[in-house]
């Protein structure tokens, strides 16, 4: 049936505006806490936006090697920021996208059986991770409530009113509407707090002004990749955790579309994120992911053509060549962003809580998972030279909490399961399984 071609653009462009604003906060993040300029900023976020478009497309597209069919829109997972800021300040920007290189290498070459690894990652582990994850990056919100690490108005009345404002304005968003309107809050808060800030003299248009019209992606932009074992291990189990959560997705919007999954499909799906990932890595972007929020819209609007999805990300394609519609992400005051950093991370602790929930708190052993993990991964956030007399072998995987918290939370999972037998449940919801 021939569809209205002003239809399928308007929910393509409604699709790109449920997920923009997911899309150009990460490299907002990391580029000012990796103390990006202006330029290199909007590099970074128009490159992101690009490379979503591609690794939507990418998985839309399904074909004999990769891509597993369904409506799904690409983006980069939260749970990548912290992760890559930590390695960023440690080993520099060469050695992040090694990492994500190698992470997508790697997420392609287990994508054939990672079906059979995933009872190795059940809620109580994936849960603690991004728990762990979320709580690592609640520091970097309040600091850019404040106004920024090391400016000169640090928590100043009016930062922190521009920031507590703009998370006041998403909060109000959420309790009175719904749908559409509820599904773009974060992005809403951004604009609103900007423009706030403008009356304020708090924004500044030059990064506007001087950006071109257009820019060709270039790899290796900011640095060469080099691979160090610490950043490719952190990342991988990034890329792990984004597996078991895409798993989710892909099932979710099976239902919704009616297709039944094949394992095929799944290995295909695994294959996509892979490729955009190492894709991300080329073009010095991030490790990409499926994104929850557009399933929401997918049954929201009841249109669930890839058509519609292929127009999106066709339009993040554009959008990523055109540094001028970037470089208006840029301007956006530091203390807004914080306003909406901790609705965003606060979220990524209550998916933690959410996929914690499925976990059988009867068990004696899964308390002591969650416990030993997740203050493992506080304590080395908060200590960091907890290590530091400890051997160069055995601070690479000590130096970080979300590494050191992961690895113990997988380490206890398995002392804890070896031997005992495992709760069989439909396909659909075998990833869920915890130690008894």
Not at 44 to 61: E, K, N, P
Not at 158 to 171: R, V
Not at 194 to 203: E, H, L, N, R
Request: with cysteine; glycine share 12%; aromatic share 8%.
């Amino acid at each position: 049936m021939k569809q209205n071609p002003l239809k399928v653009g308007s929910l393509g462009i409604q699709h790109v505006l449920a997920m923009y604003a997911g899309a150009v906060i990460v490299p907002l993040i990391i580029g000012g806490a990796l103390k990006l300029t202006g330029t290199q900023l909007t590099y970074l976020v128009s490159i992101d936006i690009l490379t979503s478009g591609i690794a939507t497309i990418l998985q839309v597209w399904q074909n004999r090697f990769f891509g597993i069919g369904l409506p799904i829109v690409l983006g980069c997972t939260f749970t990548a920021v912290g992760p890559i800021i930590a390695i960023g300040g440690q080993y520099g920007l060469s050695a992040i996208y090694g990492s994500i290189i190698m992470s997508g290498i790697i997420v392609i070459l287990i994508a054939s059986f990672f079906g059979k690894l995933v009872k190795f990652f059940p809620p109580v582990v994936t849960g603690s991770v991004v728990t762990i994850i979320g709580i690592t990056l609640i520091p970097v919100a309040m600091n850019n409530v404040a106004g920024g690490q090391g400016s000169k108005d640090f928590g100043s009345v009016t930062n922190l009113a521009l920031a507590f404002g703009t998370l006041l304005f998403i909060i109000v968003l959420y309790r009175f509407f719904k749908g559409f309107i509820r599904s773009i809050a974060i992005l809403l808060g951004l604009i609103v707090g900007t423009i706030v800030a403008s009356f304020m003299g708090k924004v500044n248009l030059s990064a506007v002004a001087d950006a071109s019209w257009l820019q060709m992606p270039k790899p290796f932009f900011f640095a060469t990749p080099t691979f160090e074992l610490a950043p490719i291990i952190t990342m991988t189990l990034v890329a792990i955790v984004s597996l078991v959560e895409s798993s989710g997705v892909y099932f979710a919007l099976a239902d919704i579309t009616g297709k039944k999954l094949s394992e095929k499909d799944l290995v295909k799906g695994y294959r996509a994120e892979g490729l955009a990932s190492i894709l991300g890595g080329l073009f010095n972007s991030f490790p990409y992911t499926t994104y929850s929020q557009n399933v929401g819209l997918v049954q929201l609007s009841g249109v669930k053509e890839k058509n519609v999805i292929y127009t999106a990300g066709t339009i993040l394609v554009i959008l990523g060549f055109i540094p001028k519609i970037a470089a208006l992400t840029t301007i956006i005051p530091t203390s807004v962003l914080g306003g909406a950093m901790v609705a965003m991370f606060g979220m990524v602790i209550a998916a933690g809580i959410k996929m914690l929930s499925r976990v059988d708190f009867t068990s004696q052993e899964n308390l002591l998972i969650i416990a030993c993990s997740v203050g493992m991964g506080l304590g080395v956030t908060t200590v960091p030279n907890l290590f530091a007399h400890l051997p160069e072998t055995v601070k690479i995987l000590s130096n970080s909490g979300i590494v050191a918290g992961s690895l113990t939370a997988i380490f206890l999972n398995l002392v804890f399961s070896i031997g005992k037998p495992v709760k069989q449940k439909s396909v659909s919801t075998n990833r869920d399984q915890s130690v008894a």
